[in-house]
């Protein structure tokens, strides 16, 4: 499954970090970055919110972009008027790093989600020092003391942790631990498959003063017409942006416009 394979990838991965350079020193120059801009408070302004996601690859897709030149394409989302931008850390798979995290998130103000799979506390404190605002934190890879233990990290370290939920079950597990932002993601990260109408059925398991941001597969307007009807606080999307040649006029299109946004 590929989930697992991530996962073991990442475990790897955070080891070799770790022979480079301890967590004791890490955390001493976290120490010293500022708190960054509120993800939270921007995915709480009236109307549907945008997270445009840089992303290069992924295991479903294989490579999306053939150039990929990721600061031009946060600056074309900041103009464009999204609220955030998630950026892809993980290597394997979706070719990602935290050195292009790092470079976004010093070319924009748009808080930045570091979208990875967080396995090990020394991953929040790489996000933070990168210049995140937030982390992923996914359900179904962690249990429910690591995710309790994590999100107090973030919260911690001055970040958002979007909790990514699949089903109720997970949504009851993430507002167990006291999550502020669920992400309901319309793919299967155990197969792939892709349904709008998870976010959909799964709306009303979330409460009111809890974010609610809709996960992948946005394609059409009407797809947002229908996430918009069921009442989502945030769609996150990637690859249609990620295709699109000028993704303000993608935004557009999809009625998530600058001017648009606030009447959705
Ligand atoms: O490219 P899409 O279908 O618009 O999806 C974006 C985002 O939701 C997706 O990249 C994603 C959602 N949850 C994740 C967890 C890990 C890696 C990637 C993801």
């Known amino acids: 499954m590929i989930l697992d394979d991530l996962v073991a990838a990442t475990t790897a991965r955070v080891n070799a970090a770790q022979q ?16 960054p801009v509120s993800f939270l ?14 992303k290069q690859a992924s295991p479903s897709k294989g490579q999306i972009v053939t150039t990929f030149e990721p600061e031009k394409i946060a600056q074309a989302y900041q103009q464009a008027g999204v609220a ?9 798979y979706f070719h990602g ?57 973030a919260h911690q370290l001055g970040l958002t942790a979007l909790v990514e939920a699949h ?25 792939f498959t892709v349904d709008l109408n998870n976010s959909i059925q799964l709306r009303s398991a979330v409460p009111a003063d809890v974010v609610f941001v809709a996960e992948s597969g946005i394609k059409t307007a009407a797809d947002v017409a229908r996430l918009t ?3 989502v606080d945030a769609v996150l999307i990637g690859e249609t942006l990620m295709r ?11 009625n998530l416009g600058r001017d648009q946004i606030a009447t959705n």
Request: aromatic share 2%.
């Open 167 to 191: 089903s109720a079950s997970e949504i009851k597990q993430a507002l167990a631990v006291g999550a502020q932002v669920i992400g309901v993601n319309n793919r299967n990260l155990k197969d």
């Open 41 to 54: 408070t921007v995915l709480r302004q009236p109307g549907l919110q945008v997270i445009g996601e840089v």
């Open 84 to 92: 955030a931008i998630s950026v892809l850390t993980e290597p394997s």
């Open 97 to 153: 790093s935290l050195a292009i995290l790092k470079q976004v998130a010093a070319t924009v103000e748009t808080p930045v989600l570091c979208k990875d799979f967080i396995i090990e506390s020394y991953q929040i404190y790489q996000a933070k020092l990168a210049g995140a605002s937030a982390i992923l934190l996914i359900v179904a890879i962690l249990t429910p003391k690591q995710l309790r233990a994590y999100l107090a990290l």
């Open 244 to 254: 699109a040649p000028d993704k303000a006029a993608q935004l557009r299109a999809l």
């Open 20 to 35: 480079q350079q301890s967590l004791a020193k890490l955390k001493v120059q976290v120490a010293t970055m500022p708190t």
């Open 229 to 231: 009807a069921a009442k």
